[in-house]
């Protein structure tokens, strides 16, 4: 099945031991939706406002996961249009929602549309908690794309670009893995047992090739710039 993603930007903090476990269900008309729409705010558990966050859903369609992510805007709000949940609306799809962001606990959400109407949206909010790693649980930087205007080059964050850890060239079992927020800017949170001389991250983005990097030890900030396909 392939992941479908409509490019929304995202950013994401992730690592298998850091979910705290949440189930959204919303009550409403028998009849199950076709779509479904989900909006909310990320926020600390203090009630910040976090800027540098995303939200990502995913779920399974027909046998096809479809996968979207959103980064939230400057007051920290976001928001997923038109989520399919079947084909006909007899078997609608639940959506495992992940709120991320960077120096925070994630936080998971399952959203059922089975109590939905056509066209309805679920409104879904987050309060993430700190996080105590030390700096070699944790790697983090900015992924960019240089796109050339006249004869000068210019860096441009790029939003909702994968990162992923991986052992001997394979994703972690269970998997640990992030997107970059709007500004670009990524932190991935590594399981128990796992520091950043045992992993390399693979950066990943529609439209662009794939790369495999090797964390930088004692913490230091990576600076990836990923290469498009055309």
């Given at each position: 099945?392939?992941?479908?993603?409509?490019?929304?930007?995202?950013?994401?903090?992730?690592?298998?031991?850091?979910?705290?476990?949440?189930?959204?269900?919303?009550?409403?008309?028998?009849?199950?939706?076709?779509?479904?729409?989900?909006?909310?705010?990320?926020?600390?558990?203090?009630?910040?406002?976090?800027?540098?966050?995303?939200?990502?859903?995913?779920?399974?369609?027909?046998?096809?996961?479809?996968?979207?992510?959103?980064?939230?805007?400057?007051?920290?709000?976001y928001e997923m249009r038109r989520l399919p949940t079947s084909t006909?609306?007899?078997?609608?799809?639940?959506?495992?929602?992940?709120?991320?962001?960077?120096?925070?606990?994630?936080?998971?959400?399952?959203?059922?549309?089975?109590?939905?109407?056509?066209?309805?949206?679920?409104?879904?909010?987050?309060?993430?908690?700190?996080?105590?790693?030390?700096?070699?649980?944790?790697?983090?930087?900015?992924?960019?794309?240089?796109?050339?205007?006249?004869?000068?080059?210019?860096?441009?964050?790029?939003?909702?670009?994968?990162?992923?850890?991986?052992?001997?060239?394979?994703?972690?079992?269970?998997?640990?893995?992030?997107?970059?927020?709007?500004?670009?800017?990524?932190?991935?949170?590594?399981?128990?047992?796992?520091?950043?001389?045992?992993?390399?991250?693979?950066?990943?983005?529609?439209?662009?090739?794939?790369?495999?990097?090797?964390?930088?030890?004692?913490?230091?900030?990576?600076?990836?710039?990923?290469?498009?396909?055309?």
């Open positions: 099945p392939g992941d479908v993603d409509p490019g929304e930007g995202a950013f994401v903090v992730n690592g298998p031991d850091s979910f705290n476990g949440l189930i959204l269900k919303l009550k409403g008309p028998e009849s199950a939706p076709s779509t479904l729409s989900i909006s909310g705010k990320v926020e600390s558990d203090s009630g910040d406002v976090l800027t540098c966050a995303t939200v990502r859903a995913e779920g399974m369609v027909d046998g096809v996961l479809v996968a979207r992510t959103a980064a939230v805007n400057a007051d920290g709000t006909d609306g007899t078997s609608p799809t639940s959506y495992s929602v992940q709120a991320f962001a960077p120096g925070f606990v994630s936080e998971i959400a399952t959203v059922d549309p089975a109590d939905f109407g056509g066209g309805a949206t679920a409104t879904l909010d987050f309060q993430l908690a700190p996080h105590t790693l030390t700096p070699e649980q944790v790697t983090s930087g900015i992924v960019v794309d240089e796109q050339s205007f006249g004869s000068s080059t210019v860096e441009v964050t790029l939003a909702g670009a994968r990162v992923e850890a991986l052992s001997d060239g394979l994703p972690l079992d269970p998997p640990a893995f992030t997107f970059t927020c709007a500004e670009g800017r990524f932190e991935l949170a590594l399981p128990a047992g796992k520091g950043v001389g045992d992993v390399a991250l693979r950066f990943s983005a529609p439209q662009y090739n794939a790369q495999d990097v090797a964390p930088t030890p004692g913490g230091e900030a990576l600076n990836i710039v990923m290469v498009p396909k055309f």
